[in-house]
Structure formats: structure tokens, C-alpha cells
């Protein structure tokens, strides 16, 4: 199942005709240089081409009003002063003879999308439209939108496909006041905007684009507006605000579809946004969503105004939805304060109404842990002790040794309590796959009795020429089995193969295994993992991603001993969302004794395919919520992700 691209060269039509500097950003350019871009990146050509319909005017009237549309449709007739006077009576709109005929191709182009996605024709896809939708309401055209795009595929998606849940992110600089205004009593339609906002003083100037107006009636707690105070935001904040806002809420939510309004002023160098984001940065935002619904997710260009930004930004989208892993991001994984300031004000707004951020820092974090320790008291904050007894025993004292280095190499972090390899390579080298058994592996192997056995040597030899791929860049990501027997041996000679291959390397280790000895330090950390839905989305969003995403490793390495205890789902979802921190480098070593199923459905996400939905929520258990509480509390001070608002209490 792959990828629409949505498009018709006649929505480049409608353009400004007189002078306005307000209006003259949106500009035809602005969807020939993103197609110009996707195509000189070899994506267009992997995506299914759809071309554009216009909406009917009965798919208009799901949102707007007929008189709104009968005066839309009149101003294709009018000339150019009464084009202008027209559009003086809306805020920050213009018309154009043509605007009719495209504003209608781009509704067209959100609901064959739709449609693509929800017949099964294709997994996601994008559309690249204009006008943009987000700020146009039930009998109004605002701020260069005319008909709501994204808002009239939602009612779509509700009446013709009866879908019951679906997620609304709205990642536009500018807040979509007219998605909020159409379902902000619906509890179906989730909708979350980030916003720049500077307390008031931004376009559209709006009390209600506050973090308090969270949806009315039945919607309470439908509507999650993150406003941002300052300018600047850049990748740290904004995947911050996935991690500890939107994603645990869209877990909960459970969306059946997930509708992006893909406005690119959030990027760097737009005028209107003046943030701070990468490009890069959404390719790692659309990853994160792929995770929801089964990976059905539907973007329909908003905003974006500074031409190579947004190319680059929607192409960085595309590839990402086309299962490519995200390139790293650039810049210190740092939110700034102001950011934190924003998204705790939102997380203690909606708290009433998502179980997902209650029990969760909403009390001081507490100084001795009820239930973490086998002791009774808390572990020892850089007690240095083995993650994992049998894996690790040999590794702690090196590890010890790491700890002291600024930027160490080696993050053993979140010791979570096949029959042959499969691996996950281009078809170029899958050939070569049992090739790998030489000298080097023996010498690899001859300190360790566990690895003289030849199946668990021919094992080594996979998992090194699997590792020397990865590192060399020709590899994206793989799996290789082992016999029970082996796997801690293994596992140490792919940390320090890892480590001594080339320049300083960083390994994200995470050794699942069922029940650890309790050890934290900064780089060591060893918790339960929960495996109620709740509590193991938490551990995921709260405490692993965070840490990988402050981390920035070069590899990942997750370790499934026989007592992961880990549901397929389960495996595959977090197996899927560390490829994000890690640009796509994932090495799975499952132990030979793990189901087939398990094998399958890791190699399909380590290929770039969704994980499958988990299913209804199930909240956190006290303890696995408390223990997760004392981690982050212990752990905050050193991997700033980790933080979900500012340090003045502390
Ligand atoms: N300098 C979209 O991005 N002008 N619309 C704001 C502040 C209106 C933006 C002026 C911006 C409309 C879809
Ligand atoms: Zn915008």
C-alpha cells in the first residue's frame, strides 16, 4: 500500500491582482516549487499520482453555509474592482475569477484523498492544494482560505465512511480558528493546533486560540490549542509537544484517521512564522502520527510561504510518509522554557479530560519511590550497577568508564523488564546475507564460550555484517535471531563492534527482558515496563523517546530477551517509533525462541511500515505510573526531553 500524491496544475491559477502585502505571500509559486522539488527528489514518481475533482456543492455544504457558497461562486463573474471590494469585507482574503473553480479542487483533492486512504487504495498520502482551508468558516473566507479543506474531509470521512474518531493535527503556524469553530462540540473530530500566539498580540488575535478553549458541550476536551508565546520554536519543542501533549492524547483518543493541516510557516526562514523547525523536523512529526490509526494519514498542504522551506519541508513529509526514515534533526534537543511553559498550561487544562495526563507530574515528583525498588528506599542515582546481569556483567565496568565522558558513547538506557535472521536490507545486498562468516567474526567470538556453537557463530556473522551495513550507511535497519544460549555474548560484541566502528559512535541499547536488577544512573536505566496500554505508552512517550530523542544515537540496539513479555503491538510500536531518533538505524536482536509473528511483524515496521493500532486505552496502573514518576524526576536534570515544564519549582 503506498502513497497518493493529490494535484492539479489549475489550483496555481488564482493569484493577487492588486497591491496588498499582506495577501501577496500566497502565491502560485508556492505549489510549483514544492512539485518541483518532490520531483527532482525521485518522490513524486513513487507516489500514485490522483489529479484532482472539484467538490460538488453538496460536499461543499457539509461545512458551509449556501449562501457563503452561492457568493463564492459569484465572483467568478465579477471584475477586478468588485473582486477587491469583495474581498476587503473578509480578513486577509483575496479573490480571483479563478477561486471558485480552485478553492473547489482543493476540497476535491482533500476527499480523494480521503477516499484513497479509507477504500484501501493507498496507506496515506498528501495533497498539495491552494487555496489553504484551516481559517475559513461556515459562511466566511479567512485568512487566504475560501472553503475549509481539511474540515470538509473530516464530515466526509464521518458521513460517506461512518468513521467515529478522527484526529485533526493542525500544525500550521497560524491557528486554525475555522476547524475550531466547526467541531468544537463534536467529540468526534479531535482537533489540535499549535499556534503562534505571543499572548494575544498574533494574527488572528483571537481569545479562543488560547490553551483554555478546550471544545464545548459533548466536544470538552476536543479541542487542544498549544499556543506559542515566542518566536523561535525550533525541533526540540516541537517534538516535545508530540511527545508529552498530542501524542498521549491521540493514544487515547484511538483516531481511526489521522487528517494533518500540513502548513509549512512553522518552518524555518517563513516570514508569517518566523520559527526555528528544520525541514527534517517533519519528516520526524508525520513519523510520529504514522504510528495512530494504522498509519492512515491524509495531509493537505495549509500555509508556508517561504519557497525553499517549504519544499524541502514537503518533501521531507512525503518521503516520510512513504516509509523513508527521518534524517536526523540538527540542533541541541533542548525545549526552551517558553515552549514548556506552553505545553504544561495545556497538559494541566486538559488533564480533567484525558486520563492520559493524570497521575502524571500533576503532583511534585515524590522524594522516596513506593514501589520501584526491591529495597523499599530509591535506587542510587549513578550506582553504575549492571543493567542486566547476564548481558551486561562484563560491560559495566567499561560502562562505568563511559559515564565519566561528556558525550559517551554508550547509552544502555531502559533495561525494560526466529528460526532463521530475517533481514531487512535492500535487495542488492539481501543476497549476501550468510556471507558474513569469517575470520573477524571468529575472532569476535573466541573470548566467549556461549558463541562457539556454529549456529550461534553463523548468528554473530549475520548480526556484524548487518552492523557494518547500518554503520556504512548502506543498511537501514535490521533483525537478527540468536540462540537463547548466546544472546547476552552477542549482545556485548555488537555494543563494542558498534563502538569501535569508525569515528565515536552512540548506541541507544535497550535490553527487554522481564525482570532487572534496579540500576540508574544517567546512562543506565532499568524500569518495569508496563504492559497494560496505558502505562507502556507513558514508559514509551514518557521516559524512551525522550531519552533516545535528547540521546541522538547513531544506532539502536533493542535487545528482546525470551521474558519480554511484550505483545506483538506493543513490540512493533516502539520498535517502530525509535527508528525516528535513530534515522532509521534499528538493529533488533530477538532471542531464537520468539514466535515467527513477532519476527514478521518487526521486520514490516523496520521497513517503514505502521505498526498496528493498540486498540482502546487502558490507563497506567498507580505503581508503574509512580515509578515511572521517580525516573523522570531523577533523570530530568540530565536529558532536557524529558521535561514537560519549566524548572521554576525546582
Ligand atoms: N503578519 C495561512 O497560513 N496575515 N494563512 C497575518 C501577520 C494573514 C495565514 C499578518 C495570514 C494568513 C493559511
Ligand atoms: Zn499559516
Known sequence: MGTALVYHEDMTATRLLWDDPECEIERPERLTAALDRLRKCGLEQRCLR??????????????????????????????????????????????????????RLAVGAALQLVDAVLTGVVQNGFALVRPPGHHSQRAAANGFCVFNNVAIAAAHAKQKHGLQRILI?????????????LFEDDPSVLYFSWHRYEHGRFWPFLR????????????????????????????????????????????????????????????????????????????????????????????????????????????????????????????????????????????????????????????????????????????PLLSGGPVCKTAASVLSSQLDQLCLHPAPPVCPAVALTAPDITLVLPPDVTQQEG????????????????????????????????????????????????????????????????????????????????????????????????????????????????????FQPDLVLVALGPAHGLQGPHAALLTSMLRGPAGGRVLALLEEDSTPQLAGILARVLHGEAPPSLGPYSVASPEDAQALMYLRGQLKPQWKMLQCRPHLEA
Request: charge should be negative; aromatic fraction near 6%; proline fraction near 7%.
Open 50 to 103: 490522483l489529479s484532482a475533482r472539484e467538490a460538488s456543492e453538496e460536499e461543499l455544504g457539509l461545512v458551509h453555509s449556501p449562501e457563503y457558497v452561492s457568493l463564492v461562486r459569484e465572483t467568478q463573474v465579477l471584475g477586478k474592482e468588485e473582486l477587491q471590494a469583495l474581498s476587503g469585507q473578509f480578513d486577509a482574503i483575496y479573490f480571483h475569477p479563478s477561486t471558485f473553480h480552485c478553492a
Open 169 to 181: 493535527v493542525d500544525w500550521d503556524v497560524h491557528h486554525g480558528q475555522g476547524i475550531q469553530y
Open 208 to 379: 479562543e486560540s488560547d490553551a483554555d478553549a478546550v471544545g464545548r458541550g459533548q466536544g470538552l476536551g476536543f479541542t487542544v490549542n498549544l499556543p506559542w508565546n515566542q518566536v523561535g520554536m525550533g525541533n526540540a519543542d516541537y517534538v516535545a509537544a508530540f511527545l508529552h501533549l498530542l501524542l498521549p492524547l491521540a493514544f487515547e483518543f484511538d483516531p481511526e484517521l489521522v487528517l494533518v493541516s500540513a502548513g509549512f510557516d512553522s518552518a524555518i526562514g517563513d516570514p508569517e512564522g518566523q520559527m526555528q523547525a528544520t525541514p527534517e523536523c517533519f519528516a520526524h512529526l508525520t513519523q510520529l502520527l504514522q504510528v495512530l490509526a494504522g498509519g492512515r494519514v491524509c495531509a493537505m498542504l495549509e500555509g508556508g510561504y517561504h519557497l525553499e522551506s517549504l519544499a524541502e519541508s514537503v518533501c521531507m513529509t512525503v518521503q516520510t510518509l512513504l516509509g523513508d526514515p527521518a534524517p536526523p534533526l540538527s540542533g541541541p534537543m533542548v525545549p526552551c522554557q517558553s515552549a514548556l511553559e506552553s505545553i504544561q498550561s495545556v497538559r494541566a487544562t486538559q488533564a480533567p479530560y484525558w486520563k492520559s495526563l493524570q497521575l502524571q507530574d500533576v503532583t511534585p515528583v515524590p522524594t522516596s519511590p513506593s514501589t520501584h525498588s526491591p529495597e523499599g528506599r530509591p535506587p
Open 435 to 550: 556471507a558474513a562468516l569469517n575470520e573477524e567474526t571468529e575472532a569476535w567470538a573466541r573470548p566467549h564460550e556461549s558463541l562457539a556453537q556454529d549456529e550461534a557463530l553463523t548468528a554473530l556473522g549475520k548480526l556484524l555484517y548487518l552492523l557494518d551495513g547500518m554503520l556504512d550507511g548502506q543498511v537501514s535497519s535490521g533483525m537478527v535471531a540468536t540462540p537463547p544460549s548466546a544472546a547476552a555474548a552477542t549482545l556485548e560484541v555488537a555494543i563494542q563492534r558498534g563502538l569501535s566502528h569508525g569515528a565515536q559512535r552512540r548506541i541507544l541499547w535497550l535490553n527487554i527482558r522481564g525482570k532487572e536488577a534496579a540500576a540508574l544512573s544517567m546512562f543506565q536505566v532499568s524500569t518495569p515496563l508496563p504492559v497494560l496500554t496505558g502505562g507502556f505508552l507513558s514508559c514509551i512517550l514518557g521516559l524512551v523517546l525522550p531519552l533516545a530523542y535528547g
